[in-house]
């Protein structure tokens, strides 16, 4: 008996874990506010080098607002300390979403105890924190499991809503690839042994609550770049603005170290400095969302910059269900025949195919309610003679594979129709699976199978297509199916009949000539290429190996995830580098707000041509830079925790979109925004 102490449902959205939050949420608001504070400790700041110098800047001014009280200077200070605090509440805020996601998952770990099996058969009650790796458990209906594993006997219906959101229980069987369950799912029906596959405080929930956190997120390469690139501007403008002092000296002047922080702050780019976290822990959050977790954040950015796609067939690209579509008769029957015999053949064909097969005969020649008198059975499809149909007394009826009824027919005798082998290539040609039809030894025709393609799914390729990306059909159809779908969906490449060799030779090829490699996979078969892939999403409900190979696990099991996943790591590196875009073409309004101001005393009336913004006095002008210098990080939170809107497009053109927007943008609006607070300041007479 499992006694369970907490328990959680899906939310009412049925996102499961991946509850959608609005931007600003009440509870994460109030606690981003209070980490904001916490954040000022510098073992914290030193990890952001651009906002580590801002603080101590905001320090060494307070320490000047106290030696040399001023309006001014007291107002420098306060608007300095406000940027690191607005940079603080941008990183907490974005962490926020994911504690709250951590929170969820933390309910999820329900105090259970585990009915652990001994050597000799008999059952102990264990609490399940004690479990190791490689004990056996047993679950019945309503326990639930108390850890990851592998179910290594008996076959049970369970529910993960409680991780998916997907309301519908599903089939864990031993002996497959559905085998793998998680710890706090819930067992409905029937008597399974669970071999416990994760150690303790490694299960698939711990790493997922570590993952959603972000606090403890390992900054990806390109981040880091990115976070030395700025340490670097930032160290070159220390210099930059301490020689400023010689400078005025010579001038018979003297420049306050106030302002000379203050134009620091203004010069080194202090926006995407204080929003590069935020962005970077948000591409997570939004993965999150769409039920995806990424066990790196290096996953996420490959799937950004990935330019080969391997997509399964089935499932992905077509809707998996083979669905009946047509009778062909050959020479001397009808149509209707075809499909008065095929019928009879699928009466107990309980699969999609057969019910398709019965429900197309009605609707072409309204065939309905079929009685079978007299001595009759039934004949299942065996992977051996690749057959199925009935017998009616003497009366044989079958459908099949063409070999295998052309050889059943001729080992009885019959002969085969001479327009039989056109017929069957005509509809492997177009990308159908051909059925032939026979009554007894009298061939009538055959049935075409057709995989359907998923609506829309080539214009998505089409959008592939325009940013870069290759996309590559992989299936275990022959090659003539797997050309008509491969053409029809609209993808670029195919691999048909593939092997687990075949898709891992693939990977290393595209690899060798240096693009980045995206797949899915959900068996064992498939850990090896998972592991390869740049990107290997597995499906959660996949095998253990398949999800400890990928990088990431898609929790709705669903195919097409990946193309989602593309999008979003394609958003993330956009956001990046819109921002940094208009973090650094800030600058240069600052520069004409404040460099005219800082040598007024002795050029003034030279450098009047250099303020072109008609800026009230020095100290506004300053004053002004620093307020706005603080404000656009808030203005800007929203967009790193949303994300630039994506839109499909080739690097050239997203390149040219980034540049016209943020960068000509990040000139302009500064010129209005900063111009705007001094007017303000002069309304208001503090200048």
């Not at 994460?28 to 506010?33: H, K």
């Not at 652990?116 to 190791?132: I, K, N, Q």
Request: proline fraction near 4%.
């Amino acid at each position: 008996m499992t006694t369970v102490i907490n328990e959680t449902t899906p939310d009412a959205s049925g996102h499961g874990v991946a509850q959608a939050r609005g931007l600003f949420d009440g509870p994460i608001l109030r606690q981003a506010l209070k980490d904001s504070f916490t954040k000022l400790d510098p073992r914290v700041q030193v990890k952001n080098p651009v906002m580590f110098v801002v603080l101590v800047g905001s320090i060494i001014a307070l320490f000047e607002a106290f030696a040399h009280p001023g309006t001014f200077t007291w107002s420098i200070t306060v608007w300095l300390l406000l940027t690191v605090l607005f940079a603080n509440f941008a990183e907490a805020m974005a962490e926020g979403r994911g504690k709250a996601q951590a929170e969820t998952l933390r309910k999820m770990r329900s105090e259970t105890e585990a009915r652990r099996l001994l050597p000799d058969g008999s059952e102990e009650l264990v609490p399940a924190a004690e479990l190791s790796k490689g004990d056996l458990v047993v679950c019945e209906a309503n326990d639930v499991i108390p850890s990851d594993g592998e179910i290594i006997e008996g076959i049970a219906s369970v529910d993960e809503s409680a991780i998916t959101g997907e309301s519908a229980p599903v089939i864990r069987e031993s002996g497959g690839d559905r085998s793998a369950v998680t710890g706090g799912t819930k067992v409905l029906s029937d008597r399974i042994v669970v071999r416990i596959t994760a150690e303790r405080g490694h299960t698939f929930i711990d790493r997922m609550i570590t993952l959603v956190e972000g606090a403890n997120r390992q900054k990806t390469p390109n981040e880091i770049a990115l976070t030395i690139l700025l340490a670097v501007l930032t160290i070159v403008f220390i210099p930059v603005v301490v020689t400023l002092v010689p400078f005025a000296n010579f001038a018979h002047g003297s420049v306050s170290v106030v302002v000379l922080i203050a134009l620091l702050v203004c010069l080194i780019p202090t926006t995407i400095g204080a929003l590069l976290s935020a962005i970077g822990i948000a591409g997570m959050d939004r993965l999150v969302q769409r039920n995806v977790l990424a066990m790196s954040g290096r996953a996420v950015e490959a799937a950004g910059d990935v330019q080969v796609l391997l997509l399964d067939k089935t499932g992905t690209i077509t809707l998996g269900n083979r669905m009946a579509s047509h009778f062909y008769p050959v020479s001397g029957h009808s149509e209707q025949e075809v499909a008065d015999v095929a019928q009879l053949a699928s009466l107990a064909d309980e699969t999609p195919e057969g019910r398709s097969i019965v429900v197309l005969a009605k609707e072409l020649f309204d065939i309905r309610e079929r009685h079978l008198e007299g001595d009759h059975a039934f004949v299942p499809f065996t992977a051996t003679t690749r057959m199925s149909g009935l017998d009616m007394g003497p009366r044989q009826i079958r459908k099949g594979a063409g070999d295998s009824v052309k050889r059943w027919v001729t080992e009885q005798g019959g002969t085969v129709p001479s327009d039989l082998d056109a017929i069957v290539e005509r509809v492997s040609r177009e990308g159908s699976t051909p059925l032939v039809v026979v009554d007894g030894v009298d061939i009538l025709g055959v049935i075409e199978l057709k995989d359907v393609v998923k609506q829309g799914i080539r214009e998505k390729f089409e959008e592939m297509r325009q940013m870069g990306i290759r996309t590559v059909m992989i299936t275990g159809d022959n090659p003539l199916t797997a050309a008509a779908i491969a053409q029809e969906a609209g993808v670029d490449d195919f691999l048909a009949e593939a092997t687990p060799e075949a898709k891992m030779a693939l990977i290393k090829k595209e690899q060798e000539g240096g693009k980045l490699v995206a797949m899915t996979g959900d068996g064992t078969n498939d850990a090896p290429a998972l592991a390869q892939a740049d990107v290997g999403v597995a499906m959660n409900t996949g095998t253990t190996a398949a999800k400890e190979a990928g990088n990431m696990v898609d929790l709705d099991s669903n195919p097409t995830k990946l193309l989602d996943i593309v999008e979003i790591g394609k958003q993330l590196l956009i956001t990046r580098g819109s921002l940094t875009t208009f973090s650094i073409a800030n600058d240069i309004a600052k520069y004409f707000a404040i460099i005219p101001a800082l040598f007024a005393f002795a050029y003034g009336d030279h450098l009047q041509a250099l303020n072109v913004m008609k800026l009230h006095s020095p100290q506004s002008a300053v004053l002004s830079a620093v307020i706005f210098n603080a404000l656009v990080i808030v203005a800007l939170i929203p967009l790193a925790l949303r994300g630039v809107k994506f839109r499909a497009a080739n690097s050239t053109a997203i390149l040219r979109r980034n540049v016209l927007i943020y960068g000509v943008g990040g000139i302009i609006v500064p010129f209005v925004f900063i111009k705007l607070i001094d007017l303000i300041l002069v309304a208001l007479h503090a200048y």
